[in-house]
């Protein structure tokens, strides 16, 4: 198994920390991972994104040339990464920011209304933790539990209160698509 | 133009500004560019952009300009001038640019009294690399290099750059300005066109410090990031002229 | 006799730094609840008629993203 | 246990474990993560970090602490590393052993923060003045940013030589799961020639200058009699498929592993392609890629740069049969086009292949 | 009518009746003469010399002023030369004529102050980050100190290049008669891409930041074109004896002339040695060299270092029948011992000789 | 001892110095010496010898020594008080070396208060490669650079040093003396002692500014040479102490 | 009771800049004639017994070439 | 013919001007003429000195590695330079300074008492004109007007009234060996 993400948005809409969440769930199930932000001038205002390889073996190339799975959570990011996924590749659109339709028909499109669902947990910042669900439950890649884990590993101490949100904008995520486990 | 208050000035290009919302650069731009504009010297300017966010200044200012390695900007404006003693140069600097990397050459530049203008933006850290230490980093002030505040023991106390510079016989004028408020703004601009009209006239080096505010990097909205300026950044740096040859009269 | 003016925003300019709205002496620009095309709420004059014309809104924009015109009118 | 970390600040914590306590450098986008992390990481260590006024008063810096006989080291990018040369040249000539880091950006001049490789020459030819080299460790993964940094301190202090990590953006900025070194450095091999003081012996004096010729070749030679046992020993590289590989290709760092998996998907294809990375760019493992080549029909070097190490491969297995294929400016090579590449070189048809020298 | 002048002085008369006009440098033995007699010199040329606060601020202001459209130069040596690595990169980045003069010194670190060749990878590979070369011309005679000078600012402009001459102590402090060019430069090639304020035109940058790594990668496609073009046009070398020359010895600047003495003795002797010196370093002539070394049944490297350009002649003659000899840290061959050199490779017996490869 | 009034100080090796006649450089290197001897600090002083003149100062000094870059002194001895803090450190730099290719090192050293003693001396001209100009050189004074004597329209101004670091927080003290008769001597001795004094009580940094001569390369004789100092240098580089620290009392 | 020295010039150290001559208060130090190896008129005191030990050659000697030992006596 | 020469002394002995003279005065004389000067830290309180080499083809190795004739000024200069002389080569000795024995029996050697005659015109500094009158004399490399004229071409203003008195003691180095001419 190798699987191949690209996670993009506006910069602050948290997608090089919802990489490194799965990269870490990854490496805690002795998965071999490998993560790669944009950066630098990228960054300022403009979009940022970042590619997530999550194997069985070992990664020779980390690049991510030909995503299997893209989350899009901005315009921007729709046009640049949606031609570039593999043909069958899953597409993981945050609904809530992003009307525009899709012109390729050999993928497997996903809406989710992230900003939706966060808002009512509380607040849009937990958007990427919803649309990261939602991939878990349609994948399975990694579990929740590592995840969840790695939630508790990596989050900074000043957002620590935040983690039973975060839990829960996973969960809900999950539930689109099925039951949270 | 007799109806308008406030348009953009002609110096300027139409390519909106890459920086952060509610960065200082911004303003300070468009104060050159309106001096620039009232003087009428824009098609005479070669200006010389820095290392710092400001790196891009030659996409906005429409004039003719280089863009020099981190540090080097008033040597590079030495070469320009020393050909074309006839025109206006200046450089715009951060104060990682200037007062770090680039300090011999400020101070050399000045020491000569070469007859260029720089406009130089103490934001106390380095913006474009994402918030690190300067030498204009207040004592205590957190960065991402003295995440636990400036130690004093450890890595010094800031440079007042405008009182060093004030030292040497070849300025001709030097003032340190803010712009945090509209009152400000305004000096700073009158500061500024200061600086350019001695240039025309050829009486030494001049150099505006202007206090700006680095809101990314800092952590605060745009508007918070100047009460900071004002309560924290003026008791360390006075605001004021330093150096204004016969010819410039102190604080018209 | 005031002197008011035409305050204009440039919406896809506008960062929604909110530094004209801080400093707006009649506090009457807020950011609009819309975002443009670089995700920015930009700013609104919500209330063109209060406006003096003073032009400090347009003086600490950093992105130069007003402009205004004069119209003189009696106090 | 392993932990996730990105490439630069595993150099940073590799060289904490290594014994390193103090650090001297100055921000450059993208290595500036370096920096940051030892500003938390050293003082924590009981060890120094200081941001230097700019790149030369850091290799300076460096100059004295190694001197003093510190573990010690200094990082950058491009540029920074160009203002370091002279520094460098100083510390190679005065046998100061220090870890420099480069973490590769595209030039020339301010250029961009993309990855690139085009310091290689730089790295591998002394960009300072005089004649001197130093051991380029080039890792490919963030697991060989950790041990070639904890080598690179070895080596430095073996053979009393700076020694360069020379990485590139994308290394730098990645996270990979590594394994920290159990033991941690805590003694440092004896340095007898430091000067740390001359109570209870001669003085120590840490000097480059010799104005008298005859001395200052002697010196030289004594640095080439250095160069040349390294020379001998120390050249490493990693290879691929290599046995019966009609196609050898070569590529360090990053790319290699890009290349790698062309290397892999060609293989697929029914393509003998193979691979030489080589971990020590100075030494060139010149000797193992001449064994590999010596079977194959033609070498492709991929490189992120116009061509820089090619000229070691041209000198390791002659002028002949090497092929190039690089990207420039940040852009970085796909393992598409290197399998094209490599496709092209195998003169492909319909599924049959047939190797011709250049 | 010939002068008798000295070589850094030759350089800097030369320059002005190139049309220079701005020097700016810092001193550094053994070429600040150079410094020293433009001090006078441009002054009555109306010219502007400046005594710059240290090499990197020569180099940026050598930036500048080519930017503004000037000719331009600046010289130092060996330790200066580093410093001035970051500032190289950009001018040939941001592709501005100008003139580099390094009298090289013996190094690495301080060094010494006596001639030596050790800076020749600094100066052919680009001692600066990124993909760029410039060209690199290797006077070996105080004549050619102003012949090259001249060309050195002819393809400067011609190529939008810095140009660098490599010279050596001896080069620099000894005195031979020369020929001055006859008609002063008095007018400067049109530079319409200068900054000279933008009346009249669109406004002109003078930059070298792409962020964009496509943008860059355009730019560095359009230098490596022109190092191509450069590469096939404007290599050099001058040969002397080698039709029929069992041994090809290969030496460049001062050391030619001194292998050219030993040639010619060993012509007298029997045995048929002939030269080829280089005089572009960068494009190295190999096409030239290759040609030469055909018929030749072994190549003898010789210069005032450790061994730099022997690979540039083991890239263009092969890897096998290359022999070094070299002195450094300010030693300076004799032509005895290259005569020495040429007799052990002719394995001379008794009068006869056979030329065996290494 | 109790017999001699004027012995050669053990922390001087018994190499001559390979000065020229009449040199400051050897007198200053004497008073450091007795000083060091003075303080008992011989053994646990480590010395960084710049690119000057006195490039050879490790061979004279009789403890740990590093010679350094040109201009880098400050650095390396920041690199050296790192690692060893309980150490005196200290740098012998020109006023080539210190106020022209080494300004941002020497600022900065003093704007961190690193705690090392900077022994300057300033000569007026670069001694070592033949007498150009300086930054200290003297406006009309004749270098092999200034051959029609520094222009300061073309060359600028000379530097004061001292006044210039005065500006900073680091500073612990600043002192200027001269060398040029033996009351002077005596105060130049008083001064460094302070300095290092005021290491060893970890304060700050230290500089002392020693005007001194070139009597080569300005083409006069020694004592000439100090009739010149005396008459031309004094009156731009004005002697006394510009810089103590609380704890340090002016001119004791 | 003044105190007198005893002064002692190294031949070989001294460099005959005169520094001491110009300064001696006494002036009592002149060059030698003759040359030392390094082809330098070595500094002599010509008249030892008005020499009252100050010491001010020693001090202004840049080479340290001058040792004094002090001898005391009655004035 | 090829001439190759070195002339030593200490700095301040004018061995780098008479070297200078020479080659000037080969090069009005349409000859080849090369001059290396010793340079650097050598000069400060040490040995100067400097290589000429006069030929009448191209010369291709300035270098002056076996000299046909060495001028010593001092001591240290015999010391280094007579062993390199080639056999038969001549050493021109001032015998004012220099009063060791020469060990070579395979030269010609000459002894100039030139700071005696230099003093007697006017100043030990013209001991380095004594000598190269000597040298001209015997051997006729360049002639004497040559070395005139150069003379003339190179002192600097500020020592142009010493003029006839160089003059003179090229002359009365000349005269040692014969008539001046
Ligand atoms: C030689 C070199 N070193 C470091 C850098 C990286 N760098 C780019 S901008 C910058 C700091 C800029 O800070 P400042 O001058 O304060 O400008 P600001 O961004 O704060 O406006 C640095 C260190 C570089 N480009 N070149
Ligand atoms: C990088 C570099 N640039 C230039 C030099 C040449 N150099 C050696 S000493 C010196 C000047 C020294 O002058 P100063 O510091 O005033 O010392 P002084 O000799 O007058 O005592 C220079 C420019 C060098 N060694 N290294
Ligand atoms: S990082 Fe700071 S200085 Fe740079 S653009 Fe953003 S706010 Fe302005
Ligand atoms: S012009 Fe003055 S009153 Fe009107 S919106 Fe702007 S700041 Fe407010
Ligand atoms: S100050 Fe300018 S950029 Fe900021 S919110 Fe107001 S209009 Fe927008
Ligand atoms: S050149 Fe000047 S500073 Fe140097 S040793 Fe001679 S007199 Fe002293
Ligand atoms: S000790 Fe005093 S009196 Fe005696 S010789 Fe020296 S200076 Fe003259
Ligand atoms: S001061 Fe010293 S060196 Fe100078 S003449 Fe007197 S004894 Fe000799
Ligand atoms: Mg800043
Ligand atoms: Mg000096």
């Known amino acids: 198994m190798t699987e191949k993400i690209i996670i993009a948005g506006f910069g602050g809409q948290g997608v090089l920390f919802t990489g490194q969440l799965l990269a870490y769930a990854g490496m805690m199930e002795g998965k071999h991972v490998s993560w790669i932000p944009s950066y630098g001038a990228e960054m300022r205002g403009g979009t940022a994104h970042c590619a997530v390889t999550i194997a069985d073996e070992e990664i020779s190339s980390p690049l991510v040339e030909e995503p299997g799975t893209v989350f899009v959570f901005n315009l921007p990011s729709l046009l640049k990464f949606a031609p570039r996924l593999k043909p069958g590749g899953m597409l993981l659109i945050n609904s809530s920011l992003v009307k525009q339709e899709v012109k390729r028909n050999d993928l497997r499109i996903y809406s989710v209304p992230a900003n939706q669902i966060a808002e009512k947990i509380k607040s849009a910042q937990l958007a990427n933790l919803v649309m990261l669900g939602a991939y878990l439950k349609l994948t399975g890649v990694v579990s929740f539990h590592s995840v969840a884990a790695s939630l508790e590993k990596t989050l900074p101490a000043r957002r620590r209160h935040l983690l039973p949100y975060n839990r829960q904008a996973l969960e809900e995520g999950m539930r689109l698509f099925g039951e949270p486990n | ?252 | 006799m005031a002197r008011a003016g035409k305050v204009k925003i440039d919406r896809e300019r506008c960062k929604g730094c909110a530094l004209c709205s801080a400093f707006c002496p009649k506090k009457i620009i807020k950011p609009s609840g819309d975002v443009n095309s670089f995700g920015y709420h930009p700013a609104e004059v919500r209330d063109l008629k209060n406006c003096t014309g003073c032009g400090i809104c347009a003086l600490v924009c950093p992105d130069v993203a007003i402009i205004i015109t004069r119209k003189e009118e009696a106090a | 246990m392993k932990i996730l970390m990105k490439g630069n600040e595993a150099i940073g914590e590799a060289a904490v474990l290594a014994g390193c306590r103090y650090f001297f450098g100055y921000p450059i986008t993208p290595q500036t993560e370096l920096l940051e992390y030892l500003s938390r990481r050293l003082p924590e260590a009981g060890g120094v970090f200081l941001q230097a006024e700019s790149e030369i008063a850091a290799i300076n810096m460096v100059y004295g602490a190694a001197g003093a006989g510190a573990r010690v080291m200094t990082s950058s990018s491009g540029p920074g590393l160009s203002l370091k040369q002279e520094g460098i040249s100083f510390l190679a000539a005065a046998e100061l052993p220090c870890v420099i880091v480069n973490v590769m950006r595209g030039g020339p001049g301010l250029g961009g923060i993309q990855p690139s490789q085009a310091d290689y020459f730089q790295a591998t030819r002394g960009g300072g003045h005089g004649d001197y080299r130093l051991p380029v460790l080039a890792p490919a993964c963030v697991q060989e940013m950790v041990d070639l940094t904890v080598r690179a301190f070895t080596l430095a202090d073996q053979y009393r030589t700076p020694v360069m990590i020379l990485a590139d953006g994308l290394l730098g900025q990645m996270m990979e799961p590594v394994e920290l070194p159990a033991a941690p450095v805590n003694e440092l091999p004896a340095k007898p020639w430091a000067t740390t003081g001359c109570k209870g012996r001669q003085k120590n004096i840490i000097n480059t200058l010799y104005l008298n010729p005859e001395e200052l070749e002697a010196v030289n030679q004594r640095l080439q009699e250095k160069f040349a046992a390294i020379t001998k020993k120390e050249a490493r590289a990693e290879e691929y498929l290599v046995e019966n590989a009609d196609i050898i290709v070569v590529a360090f760092g990053i790319v290699a592993r890009i290349a790698k998996e062309a290397v892999k998907v060609a293989h697929a294809q029914g393509i003998r392609a193979g691979l030489v990375r080589p971990v020590t760019l100075w030494p060139f493992p010149e000797k193992i890629l001449a064994a590999a080549a010596a079977r194959a029909k033609a070498v492709l070097t991929v490189e992120m740069n116009a061509g820089q190490m090619i000229e070691d491969v041209r000198l390791a297995v002659g002028n002949e049969r090497v092929h190039f294929y690089g990207r420039m400016g940040g852009m970085v090579p796909t393992s598409k086009a290197i399998l094209e590449q490599i496709r092209k070189i195998g003169g492909i048809v319909r599924g049959k292949y047939a190797v011709r020298p250049a």
Not at chain 2, 91 to 116: F, M, P
Not at chain 2, 127 to 154: E, F, H, W, Y
């Open chain 2, 1 to 252: 133009m007799a109806n308008t208050l406030f348009v953009r000035p002609e110096t300027l290009t139409p390519d909106p500004f890459h920086y952060c919302p509610g960065c200082g650069h911004g303003i300070i731009h468009r104060l050159v560019a309106e001096v620039i504009d009232e003087l009428g010297v824009r098609e005479t300017t070669i200006g010389v952009a820095s290392v710092g966010c400001s790196v891009l200044a030659y996409k906005y200012f429409n004039f003719d300009m280089q863009q020099a390695a981190h540090g080097r900007a008033p040597a590079v404006a030495t070469g320009i001038k020393r050909v074309l003693p006839d025109r206006v140069v200046f450089t715009y600097q951060g104060d990682g640019d200037l007062a770090s990397i680039g300090l011999a050459e400020i101070v050399h530049a000045a020491a000569r009294g070469e007859k260029i203008t720089v406009i130089f933006v103490n934001n106390a850290n380095y913006g474009m690399t994402g918030g690190q230490m300067a030498p204009t980093t207040l004592p205590g002030q957190k960065t991402t290099t003295s995440p636990a505040g400036r130690s004093v023991d450890q890595a010094g106390y800031p440079i007042r750059v405008s009182e060093m510079l004030a030292t040497l016989d070849g300025p001709a004028y030097i003032a340190r300005v803010s712009i945090h408020n509209p009152p400000q703004i305004f000096k700073a601009k009158k500061a500024i066109r200061k600086a350019f009209e001695t240039q025309l006239r050829g009486t030494g080096f001049t150099l505006v410090e202007v206090l700006s505010s680095c809101p990314t990097n800092w952590g605060m909205k745009p508007a918070e990031a100047f009460s900071w300026l004002e309560k924290n950044m003026l008791p360390y740096f006075p605001l004021g002229e330093y150096k204004a040859a016969s010819g410039v009269s102190q604080d018209d």
